[in-house]
Structure formats: C-alpha cells, structure tokens
C-alpha cells in the first residue's frame, strides 16, 4: 500500500514516552549477520536456554485434550493460587493466603496491573537507575513519571532507604524494585529491604518488589519482601526460574484490601491469563518438576561461576558479584580497546567482529550507561567458552 496515501493517524502522547530497546537494533543487525552465514553467539536476551520440562508439556497436553480451555476467573485458578501459595510455604517459609495472588499473563501484566491500580497522572515512581527498562514505561503508561535514581556498586545498583527518605515529595507515590534486579543480577540485602518497606510505608505510599529472578539467587536464601508487611506487593513470573517465557503466566502477591481492585481491573484488562499455561504451571510444583528447576538453578550458577573471573580476565570490572538472575553487568570503560568508555561503540565492534551479542548500558537508563554493558548467561556452558575465546582474540589478549 502507499503510504502517502494512507490517512495520518495521530498516536497517544504517552507512546513518545517510551523508548525502543536498544538491544533489538543489535539483535536485527545480528540476525542479518546470521542470514550471511556468520555464527554468532547470543548473550544478550534475557531468556532461560533451558524450556519447559516434559512434565509442563504433559500437563498442558492433558488440559487441551480434557478441553478445560475456557475463561478462568480473572484471578486464576483456584488450583493455581493454592500451589503458589504452597510454594512461599516451602521454598521460602511464609505464609500467604490464596486468597492475595493474582494470576497474570507474565510479570508484564502483573506490572501493568499493579501501575494501572496505584499510579495517577503525574504521580512519581522511585526506581533505580539501572533498572528494568520496562518498568519506567509502564509508570508512563499509567501518565505517572518515572523517577530515575542513579544507583552505583557501593548500593549494589539498588535503591536506598535513603534515596526514600531524601527524594520523597509530595507527588511521591512509591517506589518500584526488582531483587535480584534486571540488568546487574545483585539483590537488595533483607536488612535494606525492610528499613526501604518501613521508610515507603511511613510515607503512605506503596512498595512493588518485582521477585522474579528471586527462584535463581546463588547466595543466602532468599528472602521474600513478602516477610516485611501484607503491604507490600510482589510480582513473579513462570518466564524465569520456570522456564516458560512464551506461556505468558506470572502472578501478583497484593495486599488483602486491594484484592477487589486488581480482580476489577484483570477482569476488564485482561479477562484472565492463558487457561492452557495455568493448567500446564500446576506441574511446575511437584517434586520431581523442582528439582529439575534446581538442578538448572545451578547449572546457572554454575555459569555465573565461569564467566565473571572470565569476563575479569579480559579487561572487564565487575564491582559487585551478581548473587541472581543470569546478568553480569560489567564495566567496560578500562578495556583495551577504542571504544573502551562507550558500550555502545564496543557492543557493536564485538557483534561485527568477534560475533558476540551483549547489550550497551544505555537500555537500562541514564545512570553511567556507555560505562557498562549487560551479559545474559542464559545460553549453554559450550557457548560462554566459546565466547570467552572469541573475546579473548577482540581484545588482543
Ligand atoms: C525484571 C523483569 N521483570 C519482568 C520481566 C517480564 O517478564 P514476563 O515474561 O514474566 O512478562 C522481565 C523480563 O525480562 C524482567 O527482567
């Protein structure tokens, strides 16, 4: 069709509040590299290598073929929020009634819902700057404003009780977390956490912990914000530890008096999550699906164990040890190299040079962007050695 003739349609102000992924640039350029026959190495999704395991598909098999594929309720199966809910009881030893989880389609709806449900227009966010680029823009979809808080090694790339108590005003409305976080992999220490829940709820205001990296920590237990309050809302997702990004299923933890809300909300915006992933997910919880997962749990440790002194080796800073998720978030302003300083000039000379995808920094904010580039290790053990060898040729080492 022409598109000069093509009526001009005019977009909603708030989509030029949202900007594109700077990795999807990188990953089309690969992708051409790939269709002129060049081998590349992709660390730059953040996406398990790994699917879900038989036990998953047989689950979702069995469900098509009963044809329990209609609506669910907007909150999800009752089935589904009793497993989750027995899930905090073993894996993390606390108490959350059914009764609070809101089943969604990803951590993505959940996050949408929980901005749709809290944030009004011009209300402000804190979140750390680098952070989930996603999460400024669904407080933007909400007309809400993004509060970028830069974030350094000595806070483990976190927010601070003390950006709260230093940066709250009277448009504040509270502040939105990822621990383990999305692109560093470090988590908010539980002292941290609680002294931040405290600092936001004296305030009044509301403190979302996006807990989805939470299944794959390599340190201490990890401790659910959960612990700090019925106040505090959490969002997970199967994409992750569970292995099945493309299913779309995530949930919400959200405190007793907001059920009715979110259950509004879900019910307009979303009907309910995927009926056939829902009925698949109840396998993630029998024993022998788990420790599948925690044998991939350390199968990614293990990885995380390689590439830091790896990535180390080659000229690479990494100032705080990730403890989660599969992200090394690595500075890479003393390499040796031209573009050492500038992540963007470097990722793009490693992608057409050594045939590696790593994402630049400026896709998670302003903070010291062109200083740091992210590195996923959610790609087989083979391919990080391959890469480390590839790198080691880039940088004349
Ligand atoms: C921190 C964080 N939150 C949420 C999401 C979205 O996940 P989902 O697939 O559950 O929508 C991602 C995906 O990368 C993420 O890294």
């Known amino acids: 069709m022409n598109s000069v003739t093509e009526p001009l349609v005019r977009l909603a102000a708030r989509v030029d509040a ?15 590299l790939e269709r002129q026959g060049r081998d590349i190495i992709h660390m730059g999704i953040g996406e398990p290598d790994f699917t879900a395991p038989d036990q998953v598909i047989e689950a ?6 009963r044809g329990v594929t209609q609506y669910t309720s907007a909150l999800g199966l009752h089935a589904l929020r009793e497993a989750i809910a027995g899930h905090y009881a073993n894996a993390y030893g606390i108490d959350v009634d059914p009764a609070r989880i809101v089943v ?7 996050l949408l819902l929980a901005c749709t449900a809290l944030v009004d227009r011009d209300d402000e966010v804190l979140m750390p700057d680098p952070c989930y680029p996603c999460n400024r823009h669904f407080v933007a979809a909400a007309e809400g404003k993004p509060v970028l808080v830069p974030s350094s090694p000595a806070e483990r790339f976190q927010l601070t009780a003390a950006d709260v108590e230093r940066l709250w005003n009277q448009r504040t409305r509270g502040v939105l977390l990822a621990s383990p976080s999305n692109p560093t992999g470090t988590s908010i220490e539980p002292a941290e956490l609680k002294r931040i829940v405290e600092a936001v709820r004296a305030r009044g205001g509301f403190t979302i912990v996006d807990e989805i990296y939470q299944g794959l920590s390599y340190g201490a237990p990890p401790v659910s914000a959960l612990s700090f309050g019925d106040d505090v809302i959490t969002v997970n997702s199967f994409s992750k530890y569970f292995n099945m990004t493309g299913w779309r299923l995530g949930w919400l933890v959200v405190p007793p008096s907001l059920v009715g809300a979110f259950e509004k909300l879900a019910q307009n915006l979303f009907i309910c999550a995927s009926a056939l992933a829902q009925h698949a997910a109840l396998a993630c919880f029998e024993p022998d699906t788990l420790a599948i997962y925690e044998a991939r749990r350390l199968e990614f440790k293990r990885r995380r164990d390689f590439i830091v002194p790896a990535l180390e080796s080659l000229g690479f800073k990494v100032p705080v040890m990730p403890d989660g998720a599969f992200y090394v978030y690595a500075d890479c302003s003393q390499v040796a190299h031209s573009a050492a300083g500038d992540s963007a000039a470097l990722t793009t000379a490693m992608l057409h040079d050594a045939g590696v995808v790593l994402v630049p920094g400026m896709d998670f904010g302003n903070h010291a962007p062109r200083s740091y580039i992210r590195l996923s290790y959610a790609t087989a053990y083979s391919k990080l050695e ?3 060898e590839r790198l080691h040729g880039f940088f004349g080492r």
């Open 18 to 32: 949202i900007q594109p992924f700077y990795v999807m640039e990188l990953a089309k350029e690969a992708a051409l």
């Open 60 to 65: 979702a098999t069995s469900a098509m073929r």
């Open 104 to 110: 969604t389609a990803g951590a993505s709806a959940a």
């Open 386 to 388: 391959e890469a480390v």
